[in-house]
């Protein structure tokens, strides 16, 4: 079932490819105002599409100017909402979106996606893109090799080398970054080997977890800290508090600690990267050098 305007006018039409235009070429049909409701084998909407304009070709893909495409659960409630500046239909149950891409998911969380292409499977759901995505969090800004959203999952994965740069100036490389997205919050975590880099420091661990809403991030497994000037501490399980503007390393962990000048061992560590200042909490024991 649809509902359209037809413009029966065959002008050539100048359409819009990234930040450039399309060689002027002859379509064969335009609709504004453009809407399609599609319906399961139990007659239950299924998914909605609408644009702001439908264009058909002879020998290229049809194409959407602004399209928002909506999907329904089996209750017949929004499950979440596809939209951009423009998309092309590749088959009969293909969509590629082009360029900035919004995901709104009916549990209130968004996802802003650019990436030169992102292929929508009608039939599952699924998303799909092997090209570089860039991915703009509320304090993060992801860049990975593509991206996989699989449409019965709460996960969204970022996959191959993943680059995360923060706001404040921290930067974060690892590959295969999962998004979680359960209960509202989204969490951004990896198994993979981390560097985590921050003014001249770099972190290495085993993996993370990234709490957008509440600024900390877990660095887990073996944590190894190395600082500009030469010392560095191993340690295990390390949090990272960002609220407020902070930047302080955190752990109930053994701690050893190596410079030029000590060798120290302890349990448990505050260390405020901003002021400088590392506390070494109980148990601590080590040399002193001249």
Known sequence: MFSCSIQEDKHKASLIHNQTSFEEVTYLERIDNFSLQVFDAKAELSYFVKAKSYFSFNNLPALLIEPE??????????NYVLNSKRAQYVDNSGIKFKGKVGIHFSNGLNHKINTE????DIETRDLMSKKQVTYLGETVKIISQGIQIRAKSDIIK????IKINQRDGQQ???KDLYINQIEGQKHFYSKNKIVYMFQKDKIYADGIDINEQ???IEL????????????NISTKNLSI????????YKT???VHYRSNTADIHAVGMIYDVIKQKIKLTSDVSGTLYK
């Open 69 to 78: 495409i909506i999907f329904y659960d089996a209750k017949g409630n929004k």
């Open 117 to 120: 292409e992102l292929l929508l």
């Open 158 to 161: 970022l996959i191959g080398n």
């Open 172 to 174: 974060i490389l690892t």
């Open 214 to 216: 509440e600024r900390i």
């Open 220 to 231: 887990l497994g073996k944590v190894r800290i190395v600082k500009d000037s030469g010392s």
């Open 241 to 248: 508090d960002q609220s407020n503007g902070l930047e302080i």
């Open 252 to 254: 109930k962990e053994m």
